[in-house]
Each structure stands twice: as structure tokens, then as C-alpha cells.
């Protein structure tokens, strides 16, 4: 069994982007025979960037593992833990921290786009140059053969590599394995307003989102912009809309959308009311799960402490080994 690993930063509920990009392949593997699956929410990143309001953390914890669960995640088929649950992780940056020369850091692309780009943040602090780092410890602890992440992710992964390379020379050893990328396609899907999704334009579906506020926000959603009036011709390729179509609806129901609205025989409208409903009860399927989990969970620490043992004790023996190879 190949061992997967992947994290995520707790920064707010998921929203579709999320589920369609990353977690529905964590719980198809996880439900596979072919992986041995670690999902782990990765709190001490979150820090990197938001040391200055750490209050939010605890609650964004809890959002990312109340919809790890409700899409399937299972603390009994993968192992599930906190990343700050486990100091092993912090020890092991540290000594990896000592064999990664600054540049490769500062090399980074999402280290140089996110200074220049968030004007509001404070970004000159050492744990940010050092994210990276911390990512690799993070794989590297568990063995992992497959690192699950989005295009944007690949520089890093490509830092751990190294890392694991450079570690494995200076000290003539294998006790670290260097991990594979596995790429997942970024998720298509545009936000409502037809840019870039993103929480902070407020046009992204969470999985939690209130059902009305869905349907108002599909209603309302950007279509091909030709379409001006119900009489114009359209094309589903260039619709935001119809991207969502392709994740949601039947071979007959996007033949039928495609066809009307290269022809204006059906409108904007008609086209909508059809995918909705099937968003409106993919997401109920989720919340229904989710409203049970939250009445269990009240607090996410205390939650997963108990699941936490295994990858700490498998952690510590990795730390070992490490300790080991370099003599001290
Ligand atoms: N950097 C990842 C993200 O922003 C989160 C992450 C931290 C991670 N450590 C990881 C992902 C280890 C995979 C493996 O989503
Ligand atoms: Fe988009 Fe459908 Fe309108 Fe065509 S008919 S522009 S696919 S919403």
C-alpha cells in the first residue's frame, strides 16, 4: 500500500473548490485498498501567517475536521490528527531547519507572491520563511510515498525533495524518503462572480452555506456574458455556470444545456434550474452528517487527542532514527 499523506491549513470552513480539488479524492483513496491514507489538519501553519490572531485557529480546526467528516473522512479508515498535537513535528523542523540553506526558501513563489500581496500581514517573521520546512517534516515523519496537492503546492513539495536529498547525503544515510507529488488538477470552478474563488470576494459556496443563500447565489451567478439577452446564442465552454454543470448534473441534462444554449432555445435560467437542485442535495447529503458532528464535537483538541497516539508514537520513531543517523 502506498502511504498517502495530506494536510490541510485551517483557515475557514471548505467550501466546493476544496471538496472538487482535494477532499473527494482524500476519501476516495482513503476507500481504496490501494493507499494507506493520513489526514492531518496542519494549526501550526496557520500560524505562520496569522500569529497575530491565533484566537482563530481552535474554530477554524474545528470547521475543516467537522467537513473532513461529514464528506467522509473516517477516523477509523485513515489516521486523523492535529498537527500541534504532535511535538515531534516541531523537533524535526528544527533539525531540518539546519540543513536548509535560506535561499531555497526565499526562492519560494507562494514566499515571495504572499510579501508582496498581503499588505495587511506582517509576513518578515522567520516560521513564514520556514513553512516549508515544517511541510517537510511534516511528510517525512510518516514515510509518506504520495503527497496529494494542488499545482500551487508543487515548488514545495519540490523543497522537501531536496531537503530529504541533502539530509540523506550529509549524513550517508536513507532514513528519510523523499516523497511524490501526486498533482491534483486545481478545481476548475469559478466563483459566483465568474473571478477567481475566493472567501475574501465572498463568492464561494461553502459546504455548510445556508441552502437558501446557494440557491440566491446560483440564481444570480455570472453565465457567459454574450448572453445579454434570452434570445442570444451562448457557449457553455466559456460559462462558469456550466463548469459547475459538468461536476453535477447527468450526460443528458449538460447535452441538453449545451445544445440550448448554443441555440438560445432554453435561457439562462432554465439551464440554472436545472444544476441546482442537484447542488442543493449534494450539499444537504453533507450538512445533514455535518449538523450531527456538531452537536458531538465541541471542541476539535479534545476530539482527536485520543486518535493522535499512533502517528505521535510513529512520529517518534521516525525522530529516532533520525537522532540516530546523526549521532546525537
Ligand atoms: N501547505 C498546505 C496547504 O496550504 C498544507 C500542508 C502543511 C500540507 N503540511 C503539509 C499539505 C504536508 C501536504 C503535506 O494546503
Ligand atoms: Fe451558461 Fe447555461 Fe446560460 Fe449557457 S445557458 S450561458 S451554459 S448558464
Known amino acids: 500500500m502506498k502511504k498517502v499523506l495530506a494536510g490541510m491549513r485551517p483557515t475557514g470552513p471548505l467550501h466546493l473548490g476544496n471538496y472538487f480539488g482535494a477532499l473527494k479524492n482524500f476519501v476516495e483513496m482513503q476507500n481504496s485498498t490501494d493507499y494507506d491514507t493520513t489526514f492531518f489538519i496542519a494549526d501550526w501553519h496557520a500560524l505562520t501567517t496569522n500569529y497575530e490572531d491565533p484566537q482563530d485557529i481552535k474554530g477554524n480546526v474545528r470547521e475543516v475536521l467537522l467537513d473532513y467528516l461529514a464528506c467522509g473522512i473516517s477516523t477509523e479508515k485513515s489516521r486523523v490528527f492535529i498537527q500541534s498535537h504532535n511535538p515531534y513535528h516541531a523537533e524535526l523542523f528544527l533539525i531540518l531547519s539546519m540543513v536548509t540553506p535560506i535561499t531555497w526558501l526565499e526562492r519560494t513563489p507562494s514566499y515571495k507572491e504572499l510579501r508582496e500581496n498581503i499588505a495587511n500581514k506582517d509576513l518578515s517573521n522567520y516560521g513564514f520563511l520556514g513553512y516549508p520546512v515544517l511541510q517537510t517534516a511534516d511528510i517525512v515523519l510518516y514515510d509518506a510515498d504520495l503527497v496529494p496537492i494542488g499545482v500551487d503546492q508543487a515548488p514545495h513539495l519540490e523543497i522537501s525533495r531536496e531537503i530529504v ?42 459546504l455548510k452555506q445556508d441552502i437558501n443563500q446557494v440557491k440566491k447565489m446560483l440564481k444570480t451567478m455570472k453565465t457567459d456574458e454574450s448572453r445579454q439577452r434570452r434570445t442570444d446564442a451562448g457557449n457553455p465552454d466559456i460559462c462558469p455556470v456550466y463548469d459547475y454543470h459538468k461536476l453535477f448534473s447527468t450526460d443528458a441534462e449538460l447535452a441538453e444545456c449545451a445544445t440550448g444554449c448554443r441555440s438560445a432555445s432554453i435561457g439562462c435560467i432554465d439551464c440554472k434550474n436545472i444544476l441546482i ?52
Request: glycine content about 6%; hydrophobic content about 35%.
Open 165 to 206: 536529498r541533502r539530509f540523506n547525503h550529509l549524513y550517508n544515510t536513507d532514513v528519510l524518503k523523499e516523497p511524490q507529488a501526486m498533482l491534483s488538477e486545481s478545481s476548475k470552478l469559478l466563483g459566483t462572480d465568474g473571478r477567481k474563488m475566493s472567501k475574501s470576494y465572498g463568492n464561494v459556496i461553502m
Open 277 to 328: 437542485p442537484h447542488i442543493v442535495a449534494f450539499l444537504e447529503g453533507i450538512q445533514s452528517k455535518r449538523k450531527v458532528l456538531e452537536a458531538e464535537i465541541s471542541d476539535p483538541y479534545e476530539f482527536l487527542a485520543p486518535h493522535s497516539t499512533t502517528s505521535t508514537e510513529q512520529a517518534g520513531r521516525r525522530v529516532d532514527s533520525v537522532r540516530r543517523a546523526m549521532g546525537i
